[in-house]
């Protein structure tokens, strides 16, 4: 088992104080449009992913969204084809169902579109532990192995293209993983499961899995950099009992932000000049920022590489 002073040791002051000011720092904004080019997106049925497709489309980007509910799905394209003229096309996958999202990345690979950005984004807080059809644990499978298997079956396609960007909605929450991964327990047996310990070790995977991703990519032109969106007011934790919900709308969504700041992240990260060629970092919406410590083993990064790989069948 790893231990927390493993990683401890490798906190600096320096770090802490980075983070404190990055907090402050100004949020960078791309004037600039993007006509015809064509974005993916996961999770666009609210909060960040919503804001995020219609600031693309704002810009004349053309958009692919994959969300889990058909009916939200149509509403959210009608009404951005209706608000901006641009297309507006959506395919169904629900990230606890691992063969749903092998089938629409099979598509995906398949068809002859080119995705000048994919935004990672669909993601889950839950405060119980709950198991899918493919015994994971909930948040593990749609924060990070949903990801995960999207990636890698399109990588290949992504260098095709050549200029294809990546970003993930990752979070500064991968933090509470302060222990890192423990991945001879993802059925948390051995280990107390928390909400805020489950959040944090499936964001740390994305980002773990990032140094593989942007091994792979390297000299490609294509890039992956993982961000956080803020702390803004979405659905997010919504399907969680009573008493977190209370404490949500109370506490944390008080002092909230809009998710427009995460869209004009995305937009940024996604488009600006300044972005090019930047890539496998973790950004503060725009600030650049050191990831935890355990977010950047390189030795658990491989070995959850090969995991991930069989997990989602993708041998
Ligand atoms: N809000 C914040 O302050 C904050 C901070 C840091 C990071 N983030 C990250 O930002 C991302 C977006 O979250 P949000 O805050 O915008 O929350 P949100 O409003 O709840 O949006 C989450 C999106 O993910 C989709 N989703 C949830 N479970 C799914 C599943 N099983 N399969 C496919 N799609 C699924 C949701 O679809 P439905 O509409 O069908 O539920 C929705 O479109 C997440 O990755 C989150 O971890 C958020």
């Not at 669909?122 to 749609?142: C, H, I, M, P, R």
């Not at 999207?150 to 933090?175: C, M, P, Q």
């Not at 805020?196 to 000299?219: C, H, N, P, V």
Request: hydrophobic share 40%; with cysteine; charged share 30%.
């Amino acid at each position: 088992m790893i231990s927390v002073n493993k990683y401890l040791k490798e906190y600096k002051l320096s770090q802490m104080r980075a983070m404190r000011k990055n907090k402050k720092a100004e949020l960078k904004e791309c004037l600039e449009d993007f006509n015809g080019k064509l974005v993916v997106i996961t999770g666009a049925t609210s909060g960040i992913g919503y804001y995020t497709a219609r600031k693309y489309a704002s810009h004349g980007a053309n958009l692919l969204l994959i969300n889990r509910n058909e009916e939200k799905s149509i509403t959210v394209c009608e009404e951005i084809r209706q608000d901006f003229g641009v297309e507006c096309e959506y395919k169904i996958a629900d990230f606890a169902h691992i063969s749903e999202v092998r089938n629409v990345a099979y598509e995906l690979l398949d068809s002859k579109i080119k995705i000048d950005v994919f935004i990672h984004n669909a993601g889950v807080y839950s405060t119980k532990k709950l198991f899918t059809e493919d015994n994971l644990e909930l948040v593990f499978q749609v924060d990070y192995l949903g990801f995960f298997i999207l990636n890698y079956i399109l990588k290949d396609k992504f260098k095709a293209n050549g200029k294809t960007r990546v970003l993930l909605v990752n979070s500064e929450g991968h933090r509470f993983a302060l222990s890192g991964l423990d991945l001879d327990d993802l059925e948390w047996e051995k280990h107390h499961y928390s909400g805020l310990r489950s959040y944090g070790k499936a964001k740390t995977a994305q980002l773990l899995s990032m140094i593989k991703f942007d091994e792979y990519f390297a000299d490609s032109g294509v890039s992956i950099n993982a961000m956080h969106p803020g702390s803004v007011k979405t659905n997010m934790g919504e399907n969680n009992g009573r008493s977190y919900r209370l404490f949500k709308h109370l506490l944390i969504d008080r002092s909230a932000k809009s998710p427009e700041i995460s869209a004009k992240a995305l937009y940024y990260l996604g488009v600006s000049k300044e972005m090019e060629g930047v890539s496998g970092k973790f950004l503060r919406l725009t600030a650049e920022e050191e990831p935890a410590p355990h977010a950047l083993d390189r030795e658990v990064a491989g070995e959850l590489w090969d995991l991930s790989i069989k997990l989602g069948g993708l041998e």
